[in-house]
């Protein structure tokens, strides 16, 4: 698995295992993922710097946001509130 595979897997099992879309506060969402990521990078003995951990948070988190908003009517995701 190529490095950016496993950032992604490490940001969907942190959501996954939290449910982010129950905390109000971006900041403590961004910590706990912040926290899962770096306990995955430890558990799978791969290497993860701060800034990787924060671009792939910070894009997961962007592309919640979009689904969020995206107006499609057909969307299984219209209406539902995400980070």
Do not use: C
């Not at 449910?19 to 971006?26: A, E, H, T, W």
């Not at 800034?51 to 995206?70: C, H, R, Y």
């Amino acid at each position: 698995m190529s490095k950016k595979e496993l950032l992604d897997k490490a940001f969907r099992d942190a959501v996954t295992e939290v449910n982010v879309n129950m905390m109000s506060d971006k900041d403590v969402a961004y910590d706990v993922i912040e926290a899962s990521m770096k306990a995955f990078a430890e558990r799978e003995k791969v290497d993860f710097t701060d800034d990787e951990i924060k671009a792939t948070i910070v894009a997961g988190l962007e592309t919640f946001e979009k689904i969020a908003q995206k107006s499609d009517v057909n969307s299984p995701f219209s209406g539902k509130i995400m980070l």
